[in-house]
Structure formats: structure tokens, C-alpha cells
């Protein structure tokens, strides 16, 4: 069996990488551009639509007079907080990110709660992502529609198995479908502008349809502006996955600050222009999204009915920019659809590095911030694929319902980490005399105070506009993290404590007498190797012990240690109720408690097994006695092992494969 896993481990993950290799795993920005971008590149694949079907609640009328204004407002948004976040790398290179930067500006609560926002937008955005191109997989390939869980699950594995394959080669595997994206949307954009402006651009498969108002009439008033305000929230989606490079920083090739501020630029560069190029192109094509297209959509007067398809943005703009062009159209749907797939990637990358921080300074389990055989966080990829699944499951794979989840995480994130730095750069400001330094600080903090500001009142709109919606829970997983968290770091605190040497108490004093205790239960090699260890570490008194189960049993192992003429003397303890452990720990706890300054040390014969079936064979006794005696003060467990045929050459099979996480090297993988 270990050799068989050893086997697929290998063929799943390929060889494991010494720890000096690490240098060979950092990104050059033209892998890091489609590692840590995917995720805010691939939301304008759904940011137009959520923008779109919000506004469609009040009518066609109402897209068409202000999806301008809620883009216009959404790209302000993203310019700002990506101008910020590049004073952020170049801040805090070390990696943690906006933790670091609410850790070291604002106390450790600050940092926790932007941690716990980041933790649960990362599972959010693998559910999200993969949800949404698999619905958008479904509209070309119709087996897909019916299974979308099912291929949810599946993808989610698919790109566990690659992220376990280490940063470097996940970034090489994913960065040709994520630049033939960016190809796909800029030149449909393009062409499609060039249509438009020569009047041949074909309308939208929508466009002839009538779009209703959601309640059957229009909104105005607070209703509109508070429509809009949905809408403004649920197009800021397009923002998620900014902070992922910031994060990021110490993947990237030096100099990590420089690049990763230039891969940020050119992030925030492109998902505007391809945010804007969407819309423009779904106004001048009129494309109609509704969030009940049997009852919202008219042709002719009447209902369209359930039989109607409702295709994504993307979509319909493919079918109308490429008319003439079928390949363009199956090109741009694919691409799409696996963009959306690996846009979860960049919580893959985010995720571990983020949590690996936490572990370090003792918030999340030590575990984490261990490196697996490809030296990428495995527990970490692990973990996120658990928790995205369980999500994708729970709310089957439907993106409508996960996104009013979606986006406040991000924007608490933003928000304190923005605080934080502006705080940096006032804290720097008063020690620093340098005229030129000072006002490139001054610059800094008015672009960080713009970002916070900005942010926080998007974060205020996303709670009032998202609440109800989902966002609750959201925020209640957030809640349930932070206390997490806060407990962790607490048990390592108390065992920290609980384990310091006070020097003036604890000096180290040797114990009055050592009593040795050999268990047995009948005399045979692994017995008499035990004895002869006991007997060779010279303790003050020496025994051997059995437990009388079976009265004719006891009698002929007292004969035969006669027999043998062994020089130890041997104990037997009643056992009325022919169980091994009690009367065992009875006898341990009876000695220490006539000699508490005594230590007992409980030498125990242990058969070691070649085969997994084989354990099922053996009653384990020995371990169980093991466990038990562990949780009793001033006793020592010595295992004596004895190696079987069967575990013969089995030792190598392990020399890379420990047989429970964190027994060696401390990682999963």
C-alpha cells in the first residue's frame, strides 16, 4: 500500500524539490501576470452581467440611461485602490499584504480581522469562479448543464492537483489560456468597436426582446438610487483579486517590489479596458440580462417562458461581434469559460502563502506553515479545496446565490490596509528629513487616504445593498474565523508559557529512584529484547509485568520464566474483568503515588508490520496502554520495537512518505 501511494503521489505531483530549490519556484511577470491576475481578469467575464441583471430589475430602459454611470463608477473605484495597493508592495514586500500592513499599523485585532475578510474571499472566490464557468461551459456543451456540481468538484481537484505540482508549473500550465483570454475580449472589443463606428455591428440575440421591470412597473426615487447601488456593489466584484498580489510579493522574481508593482499596473490596466469594452459593446448591441428571463423577457409582446436560454454577456456580444465568424465565437467561449475556471487560481496562490503567515506567528496550525515535496503550502491548497467544495456542494454551483456572498471580505481588506498605510506613511513622516523622500510620502498618503476613503464607502454600500442578500453569512464566517483564530493563538500562547524554563524553579534535578516496569505477555523475542534494553539502561528497580486474562495462560507463562530462569521478577496483576490497560495504569499510578519524586519508565515489546492488512490482525494493545499512559504524570513510555519479515525493505518505501502529516516534515504533501 505505501508503495502504491508512493506511486500515484509521484505521478500526481512529480519528484520532490530539495528546499535550496526554492529560488527556481520564483515568477518573472510574465507568469505572475496570469498566476495572480486571473481572478481580477476573469471577473469581467460576470462583473457586466451582475451589473446588467441588477439594473434589468427596473427595466431595459433604465440599462440602457445608467450602466454607463455604474461602470464609470466601478473603474474609478478599481483605479484608485490599484494605485494604492502599489504603494503597498513597495511598503511591505515581505508578502503578508494587507494582514502585514493592519498588523504593524494597527494592532494584531486589526490584522486578524483583515486575515479572517482575505481567508473566507479566497474560498469564495474558487466557489465563484468555478461556478461561473461551468454555467457559462454549459450554454456551449449541453452534457455539462444538469452536472454542474459534479464538474465544479472535479475542476476544483483538477487545479489542486496542479497548484500540489508547486507555483512555478501551475503558472506555466495556466498562462496560455489566460493570455488568449485577454486576446479574446481586447480584439472582440476592438472589432467591435470598429463596427459600431462603421455601422456594421449586428444587434444582440436579446436586442429584439422587451426587458421588464421586475415588480411590472419602473423605479424612481430612493428605490432607483438604491437599485443602483446594488448595482455599483455587485459590479465591484471586479475588484476581487487586486489584494492577491500584494499578497503575492515573494513568488516574483527580483526585484519583487518593481515587478510586482508593474504586474499590478498592468492588471488594473486591462480590467478596465476590458470592463469598459464589454459594457459599451452590450449598450450599442442591446444586450438584455434578466434575473427571470421567462417572465421579464417579451418577443412579440408575450413571455418568452422557461424554454428560454439566457446567455452571459460575453456571449451574446461573440455571437453579435462575430456573425460572420463562427470560430470567433467558439473561441471566445472557451477561452472564457476556462478563465473563469482558472481565475480560482489565484486564491490557490494566495490562500497558503496567507495562511503559512498566520501559522508563523501562531494563528492558524503550525502545519501550515510547512512547504510539501514541491514546495508550495500544501496544507494550505488543501485546505481551500475543501472548503470550496463544501461550498460549491451546498449551494450547487449556483453563481447567483454565491455571489451576494462575495466582495465584502475584499472590501474590509481594502479598507484597513489602506488605514494602515496611511498611518505607514504618517508614522515615516516624522522621522524622516529628506525634502524629495518627504513629499513622495505625502504623495503616497493622499493616494492611500483616497483608497480608504473610497473603499470604505464602497464597503458601506456592499453591506446595506448585500446583507439580507447573503452577505450575512459572510460576515458570520468571517466572525466564526476571527474567534478561531483568537483560540489558537491562545492555546500556543498558554503551551509557550506552560513550557518555559523558569530557571530559578526548574532547575534540572534528578529523580530519587527509576522503576522500570517490562510488559509482557508471553515470552518470545520481542520480550526478551525489551528485558535486555531495560536491563541495560541500569534503573533502580526492574520488573516484568503481566495481567492474568486467562488464568491457564498465566500459569504456563510463570512456568516457562521459570523454566528460562530469567533474573527479572515478574508480576502478575489480577484482572477480574480481563482488560489489559487498567490494571496496568492502576499499578504505574500505585507506585507513584507512594513515591512521587520516583519516575516510572514503562518499557513496552511493539511488533512492527510490513502490510496495512496486517494491523488488522493484531489487537493493538500495546498501543492502546501507550496512549493512556501518556496522559499520566511522571511516567515515561519506551517503545521496544521488533521488526517482522513483512517489514523488511519497508522502511524505504517511508523515507519520503511519512506516514501521518506533520510527523516529519510537517506538511500534508
Given at each position: 500500500?505505501p508503495?502504491?501511494?508512493?506511486?500515484?503521489?509521484?505521478?500526481?505531483?512529480?519528484?520532490?524539490?530539495?528546499?535550496d530549490?526554492?529560488?527556481?519556484?520564483?515568477l518573472?511577470k510574465?507568469?505572475a501576470?496570469?498566476?495572480?491576475?486571473?481572478?481580477?481578469?476573469?471577473s469581467?467575464?460576470?462583473a457586466?452581467?451582475?451589473?446588467?441583471?441588477?439594473?434589468?430589475?427596473?427595466?431595459?430602459?433604465?440599462?440602457?440611461?445608467?450602466?454607463?454611470?455604474?461602470?464609470?463608477?466601478?473603474?474609478?473605484v478599481?483605479?484608485?485602490v490599484?494605485?494604492?495597493y502599489?504603494?503597498?508592495?513597495?511598503?511591505?514586500?515581505?508578502?503578508?499584504?494587507?494582514y502585514?500592513?493592519?498588523?504593524v499599523?494597527?494592532?494584531?485585532r486589526a490584522?486578524l480581522?483583515?486575515?479572517s475578510?482575505?481567508?473566507?474571499?479566497?474560498?469564495?472566490?474558487v466557489?465563484?469562479?468555478?461556478?461561473?464557468?461551468?454555467q457559462?461551459?454549459?450554454?456551449?456543451?449541453?452534457?455539462v448543464?444538469?452536472h454542474?456540481?459534479?464538474?465544479?468538484?472535479?475542476l476544483i481537484?483538477?487545479?489542486?492537483?496542479?497548484?500540489?505540482r508547486?507555483?512555478?508549473?501551475?503558472?506555466?500550465?495556466?498562462?496560455?489560456?489566460v493570455?488568449?483570454f485577454m486576446?479574446?475580449?481586447?480584439?472582440?472589443g476592438?472589432y467591435?468597436?470598429?463596427?459600431?463606428?462603421?455601422?456594421?455591428?449586428?444587434?444582440?440575440?436579446?436586442?429584439?426582446?422587451?426587458?421588464?421591470p421586475?415588480?411590472?412597473?419602473?423605479?424612481?426615487?430612493?428605490?432607483?438610487?438604491?437599485?443602483l447601488?446594488?448595482?455599483?456593489?455587485?459590479?465591484?466584484?471586479a475588484?476581487?483579486?487586486?489584494?492577491?498580489?500584494s499578497n503575492?510579493?515573494?513568488?516574483?522574481?527580483?526585484?519583487?517590489?518593481?515587478?510586482?508593482?508593474?504586474?499590478?499596473l498592468?492588471?488594473?490596466?486591462?480590467s478596465?479596458?476590458m470592463?469598459?469594452?464589454?459594457?459599451?459593446?452590450?449598450?450599442?448591441?442591446g444586450?438584455k440580462?434578466?434575473?427571470?428571463p421567462?417572465?421579464?423577457?417579451?418577443?412579440?409582446?408575450?413571455?418568452?417562458?422557461?424554454?428560454y436560454?439566457?446567455h452571459?454577456?460575453?456571449?451574446?456580444l461573440?455571437?453579435?461581434?462575430?456573425?460572420?465568424?463562427?470560430f470567433?465565437v467558439i473561441?471566445?467561449?472557451?477561452?472564457?469559460?476556462?478563465?473563469?475556471?482558472?481565475?480560482?487560481?489565484?486564491?490557490?496562490?494566495?490562500?497558503?502563502?496567507?495562511g503559512?503567515?498566520?501559522?508563523?506567528?501562531?494563528?492558524l496550525?503550525?502545519?501550515?506553515?510547512?512547504?510539501?515535496?514541491?514546495?508550495?503550502?500544501?496544507?494550505?491548497i488543501l485546505?481551500?479545496?475543501?472548503?470550496?467544495?463544501?461550498?460549491?456542494?451546498?449551494?450547487?454551483a449556483?453563481?447567483?446565490?454565491l455571489?451576494?456572498?462575495?466582495i465584502v471580505g475584499v472590501?474590509?481588506?481594502?479598507?484597513?490596509?489602506?488605514?494602515g498605510m496611511?498611518?505607514?506613511?504618517?508614522?515615516h513622516?516624522?522621522?524622516?528629513?529628506?525634502?524629495?523622500?518627504?513629499?513622495?510620502?505625502?504623495?503616497s498618503?493622499?493616494?492611500?487616504?483616497?483608497?480608504?476613503?473610497?473603499?470604505?464607502?464602497?464597503?458601506?454600500v456592499?453591506?446595506?445593498?448585500?446583507?439580507?442578500?447573503?452577505?450575512k453569512y459572510?460576515?458570520?464566517?468571517?466572525?466564526?474565523?476571527?474567534?478561531?483564530?483568537?483560540?489558537?493563538?491562545?492555546?500556543?500562547?498558554?503551551?509557550?508559557d506552560e513550557?518555559?524554563?523558569?530557571w530559578?524553579?526548574?532547575?534540572?534535578?534528578?529523580?530519587?529512584?527509576?522503576?522500570?516496569?517490562?510488559?509482557?505477555?508471553?515470552?518470545h523475542?520481542?520480550?526478551?529484547?525489551?528485558?535486555a534494553y531495560?536491563?541495560?539502561?541500569?534503573?533502580?528497580?526492574?520488573?516484568a509485568?503481566t495481567?492474568?486474562?486467562?488464568?491457564?495462560?498465566?500459569?504456563?507463562?510463570?512456568?516457562?520464566?521459570?523454566?528460562r530462569?530469567i533474573?527479572?521478577?515478574?508480576?502478575v496483576?489480577?484482572?477480574?474483568?480481563?482488560?489489559?490497560?487498567?490494571p496496568v495504569?492502576?499499578y504505574?499510578?500505585?507506585?507513584?503515588?507512594?513515591?512521587?519524586?520516583?519516575?516510572?519508565?514503562?518499557?513496552?515489546?511493539?511488533?512492527?508490520?510490513g502490510?496495512?492488512?496486517?494491523?488488522?490482525?493484531?489487537n493493538?494493545?500495546?498501543?492502546?496502554?501507550?496512549?493512556?499512559?501518556?496522559f499520566?504524570?511522571?511516567?515515561m513510555v519506551v517503545?521496544?520495537?521488533?521488526?517482522?519479515?513483512?517489514?523488511?525493505?519497508?522502511?524505504?518505501?517511508?523515507?519520503?512518505?511519512p506516514?501521518i502529516p506533520?510527523?516529519?516534515?510537517?506538511?500534508?504533501?
Open positions: 500500500m508503495r502504491s501511494g508512493s506511486l500515484l503521489k509521484r505521478l500526481l505531483l512529480g519528484r520532490a524539490m530539495r528546499s530549490k526554492l529560488g527556481e519556484t520564483l518573472p510574465r507568469l501576470l496570469p498566476i495572480f491576475a486571473s481572478d481580477a481578469l476573469s469581467v467575464a460576470y457586466p452581467d451582475e451589473i446588467l441583471l441588477m439594473l434589468g430589475l427596473a427595466g431595459g430602459a433604465f440599462v440602457a440611461s445608467h450602466s454607463w454611470q455604474v461602470t464609470i463608477a466601478v473603474v474609478l478599481m483605479v484608485v490599484v494605485a494604492s502599489r504603494q503597498n508592495v513597495h511598503a511591505y514586500p515581505s508578502g503578508g499584504g494587507d502585514e500592513v493592519a498588523t499599523n494597527l494592532g494584531p490584522g480581522t483583515v486575515a475578510a482575505l481567508l473566507v474571499d479566497y474560498v469564495l472566490t466557489a465563484v469562479s468555478i461556478s461561473s464557468g461551468v457559462n461551459a454549459a450554454t456551449v456543451l449541453g452534457f448543464r444538469g454542474e456540481v459534479i464538474v465544479a468538484v472535479a481537484a483538477f487545479l489542486t492537483a496542479m497548484n500540489l508547486g507555483v512555478r508549473e501551475s503558472g506555466k500550465a495556466f498562462a496560455v489560456p493570455y488568449a486576446l479574446a475580449i481586447i480584439g472582440m476592438i467591435g468597436f470598429i463596427q459600431h463606428f462603421t455601422g456594421t455591428l449586428a444587434p444582440a440575440e436579446s436586442a429584439s426582446l422587451t426587458l421588464l421586475e415588480e411590472g412597473q419602473g423605479l424612481t426615487g430612493l428605490a432607483a438610487a438604491f437599485l447601488l446594488r448595482a455599483f456593489s455587485s459590479g465591484c466584484a475588484l476581487t483579486g487586486v489584494e492577491a498580489i503575492g510579493v515573494p513568488a516574483f522574481k527580483k526585484p519583487k517590489s518593481t515587478n510586482a508593482a508593474t504586474t499590478l498592468l492588471m488594473g490596466t486591462l478596465v479596458v470592463l469598459g469594452s464589454i459594457i459599451a459593446l452590450s449598450q450599442w448591441t444586450v440580462i434578466a434575473d427571470d421567462g417572465a421579464q423577457l417579451l418577443r412579440d409582446g408575450q413571455p418568452v417562458g422557461d424554454s436560454v439566457q452571459t454577456a460575453i456571449g451574446q461573440a455571437e453579435s461581434v462575430f456573425a460572420n465568424f463562427h470567433g473561441f471566445v467561449s472557451i477561452v472564457t469559460g476556462l478563465i473563469l475556471v482558472l481565475a480560482a487560481n489565484t486564491a490557490f496562490n494566495g490562500f497558503p502563502v496567507l503559512s503567515i498566520l501559522a508563523r506567528d501562531g494563528y496550525p503550525r502545519q501550515m506553515h510547512t512547504r510539501g515535496d514541491r514546495l508550495a503550502f500544501s496544507n494550505g485546505i481551500l479545496s475543501g472548503a470550496a467544495i463544501l461550498l460549491v456542494i451546498v449551494f450547487k449556483e453563481v447567483t446565490a455571489i451576494q456572498l462575495y472590501f474590509v481588506s481594502f479598507t484597513t490596509s489602506q488605514v496611511v498611518r505607514h506613511w504618517t508614522r513622516l516624522r522621522l524622516e528629513r529628506n525634502a524629495k523622500e518627504r513629499a513622495r510620502m505625502q504623495r498618503r493622499v493616494i492611500n487616504a483616497v483608497g480608504a476613503a473610497m473603499s470604505a464607502t464602497v464597503l458601506v456592499v453591506l446595506l445593498t448585500k446583507f439580507q442578500a447573503g452577505a459572510a460576515i458570520l464566517a468571517m466572525i466564526v474565523l476571527f474567534l478561531l483564530m483568537l483560540g489558537i493563538k491562545k492555546h500556543y500562547s498558554r503551551v509557550r513550557l518555559a524554563i523558569d530559578e524553579v526548574d532547575r534540572p534535578t534528578l529523580p530519587s529512584h527509576v522503576h522500570a516496569i517490562v510488559c509482557i505477555s508471553k515470552v523475542k520481542p520480550t526478551m529484547r525489551a528485558l531495560a536491563r541495560a539502561t541500569r534503573p533502580s528497580y526492574l520488573e509485568v495481567v492474568d486474562v486467562d488464568p491457564e495462560e498465566t500459569q504456563a507463562l510463570l512456568d516457562e520464566w521459570d523454566r530462569d533474573p527479572v521478577p515478574l508480576k496483576l489480577a484482572s477480574p474483568y480481563r482488560q489489559i490497560t487498567k495504569l492502576d504505574v499510578r500505585s507506585i507513584r503515588s507512594g513515591n512521587p519524586r520516583d519516575l516510572v519508565t514503562v518499557y513496552l515489546p511493539e511488533y512492527v508490520l502490510r496495512w492488512w496486517e494491523q488488522i490482525l493484531h493493538q494493545s500495546a498501543l492502546r496502554l501507550k496512549a493512556r499512559l501518556l499520566t504524570p511522571g511516567v517503545s521496544v520495537p521488533w521488526q517482522l519479515q513483512s517489514s523488511e525493505g519497508a522502511e524505504r518505501e517511508w523515507i519520503d512518505e506516514p506533520g510527523s516529519v516534515r510537517g506538511g500534508a504533501l
